[in-house]
């Protein structure tokens, strides 16, 4: 019964124009543990439980938040199910991280990392590393990588259709990530069950996000850079970030070199606004200096 509502419920979010890629995980995450309990309807103390089993306070209320969403849909039409309260693991609060900066040094561990995963004769190693190296090389989001197909890789870059916001743009390549993208074709050409997609596991299938992070949690704690599972450390998307601060470190300390780079890079991130791209300037210390230095100088030219 659960698992029907959940298939309901991802085509409804779907087709309102959603993109709703990790929440289902999730979601079949808890109704395989309600399910397993002997639910037929979503119950507000088996939500807490299964939220409660995480590593953060931030993690369960995530939880709680996509299952009341999830409960909320299926109550309207049948009001046995359960809608848990909003507030049950404390108020949500919005918290913007503050982005880890890759170091050359630290990408290329996370590279080696990578390419010792799985077994001999395994396309994972190739995938992840292949992924991780176009993320640094370009910015893209991470949904953005896994969305591409082979047909996305042109001449002149790659496609990225119908991202967030729903826009589509060109993202030019260097020629070192295309030689890279070429040489991972190559090998993809071996794997079984050939499809579309651009990056794919031994099953010849597109990778998921959850699958892809666990793999990145695991690489980045036998590099080092994180701690234990709950604890806070760098992400996978801080590659965007970092690709994003390095960008913005090559700009002179000219004030309209900066503004013509950050909107020439808000396009190239894909952002909606370039009010989003200004954002990485508060991790760019070198750009927070020539800020700080000319708001200096225009109240010494003012101050009487």
């Known amino acids: 019964m659960l698992s029907q509502d959940l ?3 991802t085509v409804l979010q779907r087709a309102r124009g959603m993109k709703f890629t990790t929440q289902p995980s999730l ?6 543990f309600a399910t397993a309990a002997g ?4 119950r507000t103390a088996r939500v807490l439980e299964w939220a409660a089993q995480t590593t953060s306070a931030m993690q369960a209320r995530n939880r709680l938040a996509i299952a009341r969403r999830f409960a909320l849909a299926l109550a309207i039409e ?3 199910h359960e809608v848990p309260p909003a507030d049950a693991f404390g108020p949500w609060q919005f918290e913007r991280r503050l982005p880890h900066i890759y170091s050359a040094e630290e990408i290329a561990t996370l590279l080696a990392g990578a390419r010792r995963l799985g077994s001999p004769g395994s396309i994972r190693p190739e995938t992840m590393a292949t992924l991780i190296g176009l993320l640094a090389a370009t910015g893209l989001r ?4 896994l969305r591409l197909d082979i047909a996305d890789l042109t001449n002149d870059g790659l496609i990225i259709r119908e991202s967030k916001f729903r826009k589509s743009r060109l993202v030019p390549l260097h020629p070192t990530a295309r030689a890279a993208l070429n040489q991972y074709l190559q090998r ?3 794997v079984p069950g050939q499809g579309t997609s651009l ?9 998921v996000h959850v699958t892809l992070y666990g793999l990145f949690m695991r690489i980045g704690r036998e590099a080092g850079l994180r701690g234990l599972p709950g604890e806070k450390g760098p992400r996978l998307h801080d590659l965007r970030h970092t690709f994003a601060v390095r960008s913005l470190e090559s700009c002179t300390g000219d004030r309209r070199a900066i503004s013509l780079h950050m909107l020439a890079l808000s396009t190239y991130l894909g952002h909606s606004d370039p009010k989003h791209t200004w954002w990485y300037i508060h991790a760019t210390p070198a750009l927070m200096q020539h ?8 109240l010494s030219e003012v101050s009487p």
């Open 7 to 9: 298939h309901r419920y």
């Open 188 to 190: 993809r050409r071996k």
């Open 199 to 207: 990056f794919v596991g031994d099953s010849g299938r597109r990778p």
């Open 27 to 32: 979601l079949r995450g808890f109704v395989a």
């Open 142 to 145: 991470v949904s953005e990588a």
């Open 291 to 298: 800020i700080a230095e000319a708001g200096e100088a225009l």
């Open 39 to 42: 639910d037929t309807h979503v």
């Open 78 to 80: 049948d009001s046995e």
